[in-house]
T-cell receptor, first 110, second 116 residues
Framework: EDQVTQSPEALRLQEGESSSLNCSYT??????LFWYRQDPGKGPEFLFT???AGEEKEKERLKATLTKKESFLHITAPKPEDSATYLC???????????FGAGTRLTVKP | GAVVSQHPSRVICKSGTSVKIECRSL??????MFWYRQFPKKSLMLMAT?????????EQGVEKDKFLINHASLTLSTLTVTSAHPEDSSFYIC????????????FGPGTRLTVL
């Protein structure tokens, strides 16, 4: 069964303090690994899709990387508006749906 | 592009009534839509996969007669919570796929259901 584990559960940073969020996964045939941002009371907002080990994608202060066992979401010089829950999900060739991790709640203080 | 809407955004109802939630893909055709449920500070739990023109596929433990799903067109799927009870109170989110192979999903804004 596909499994996704995110760590840490919660992360508090000072503005400008760079850090990384981890997403470990086990899946039978990775079709794609997805990162989403979710604000309270809102639906998840799509950030990145990664398809193969070694792939990297960037968007503003965020950079996602992928290995065969895990993905990292690096946040460089975060700002308070980056505060949100970041969700990781995987899709395998055996399933048409996504399996989500529990998320990391990021708080960036000014 | 790839915008998904949900209606209503918030609903409060009495126990025993039925509630319908609509999910629409606004600028693309979605052959598959997904319905999720999310509890406070928890991740998304897949309830069912909705395929246009066919019966929905429900996850284990999700009551088909309780959560009725209809995917009548390529842009609309509905979730009806029948005879709602307080334990059905939750945040319901739909998503739709835009690419048949890579199947990237875009999510609606969610519907907050409160059953009194």
């Amino acid at each position: 069964e596909d499994q996704v584990t995110q760590s840490p559960e919660a992360l508090r940073l000072q503005e400008g303090e760079s850090s990384s969020l981890n997403c470990s996964y086990t899946v039978s045939g990775l079709r794609g690994l997805f990162w989403y941002r979710q604000d309270p009371g809102k639906g998840p907002e799509f950030l990145f899709t990664l398809y193969s080990a070694g792939e990297e994608k960037e968007k503003e202060r965020l950079k996602a990387t992928l290995t065969k066992k895990e993905s990292f979401l690096h946040i460089t010089a975060p700002k308070p508006e980056d505060s949100a829950t970041y969700l990781c999900a995987v899709r395998s060739y055996n399933n048409n749906d996504m399996r989500f991790g529990a998320g990391t709640r990021l708080t960036v203080k000014p | 592009g790839a915008v998904v809407s949900q209606h209503p955004s918030r609903v409060i109802c009495k126990s025993g009534t039925s509630v319908k939630i609509e999910c629409r893909s606004l600028d693309f055709q979605a052959t598959t839509m997904f319905w999720y449920r999310q509890f406070p500070k928890k991740s998304l739990m897949l309830m069912a996969t909705s395929n246009e023109g066919s019966k929905a596929t429900y996850e284990q433990g999700v009551e088909k007669d309780k959560f009725l799903i209809n995917h009548a067109s390529l842009t609309l799927s509905t979730l009806t919570v029948t005879s709602a009870h307080p334990e059905d109170s939750s945040f319901y989110i739909c998503s739709a796929g835009t690419n048949s192979y890579f199947n990237e999903q875009f999510f609606g804004p969610g519907t907050r259901l409160t059953v009194l």
